[in-house]
């Protein structure tokens, strides 16, 4: 059987509309947070903050993605961290994160540590923009799925661009 060149073209271009939009995320999960029991960290009644980005890369996501992962590594050992999940485009330019801390100061913290400030100096140039927002939620909401995070920040944020 032989596809002709403009099948082919047609399919490639049919596949990247299907897929720039599709993301995939990490399981919701941390040092705080047990999959059956919900948070371990905190009583249930008790506020977190929830923090969570979203960037639009520049044309280098690899060097993006490397910083995230080196990012990522360090947060289970960070103090006062509860969970996170971090969300990809599959073949598009936007990245999330969201993280969940025990209050405001373990949160600050965390965005003052080498690796932290090492991934901004790093990355700031493969950014086209950035939308930050932080909110407090009870423990017993989560897990905060990403649909209702994404619906947070996209009324709620701060904005940054290049």
Not at 60 to 66: E, L, N, P, Y
Not at 77 to 103: F, P
Request: hydrophobic share 45%; glycine share 8%; proline share 3%.
């Amino acid at each position: 059987m032989k596809i002709s060149l403009l099948a082919l073209t047609a399919l490639g271009l049919a596949m990247a509309v299907f897929a720039t939009g599709c993301a995939i995320s990490t399981p919701f999960g941390g040092p705080g947070f047990d999959r059956e029991r919900g948070v371990t960290a905190v009583a249930a009644d008790e506020r977190v903050i929830v923090a969570l980005t979203h960037a639009v890369l520049g044309e280098r996501r690899q060097a993006f993605d490397r910083q995230v992962g080196l990012v990522a590594d360090t947060l289970p050992s960070q103090q006062g961290l509860i969970a996170y999940s971090l969300r990809k485009e599959l073949l598009g330019n936007e990245a999330w994160t969201m993280t969940v801390w025990r209050d405001e100061e373990s949160l600050q913290r965390f965005v003052r540590s080498s690796a932290h400030q090492q991934a901004i100096r790093s990355s700031a140039g493969e950014l086209a923009a950035v939308r930050f927002s932080r909110f407090e939620v009870p423990a017993s909401s989560l897990p905060l799925g990403w649909d209702e995070a994404l619906e947070y920040l996209a009324g709620n944020s701060a904005a940054y661009s290049n």
